[in-house]
């Protein structure tokens, strides 16, 4: 559960780090995690999310909900490159 919590934690503060560095007392963001790990993180969540126990399933849920939040801000899930 503690795992879980803190990987739903971890992608929060790295999946999109804000830049605000025009702020006077802003603190620098963490390092971004890299697009090849976030295509194996998007690739895995879901099977991950299925064979969990309904709390692990919570905190990968509102991971998710992260990726979602600003992967498929602009275009949507079902977005079609065509």
């Known amino acids: 559960m503690a ?7 971890h992608l929060k503060g790295r999946w ?6 025009d702020e ?4 620098a963001s963490p390092s971004p995690i890299p697009d090849p790990e ?3 993180i998007k690739a895995l969540i879901v099977s ?3 064979s969990a126990n309904p ?24 977005y079609s490159q065509s």
């Open 16 to 21: 999109a780090p804000s830049a605000s560095s």
């Open 38 to 40: 976030k295509d194996q």
């Open 3 to 9: 795992a879980a919590a803190n990987f739903k934690n």
């Open 55 to 78: 709390k692990i399933q919570s905190q990968l849920s509102e991971a998710l909900a992260v990726i979602g939040k600003h992967d498929f801000r602009n275009r949507g899930l079902l």
């Open 48 to 50: 991950l999310m299925l």
């Open 24 to 27: 006077p007392n802003a603190v």
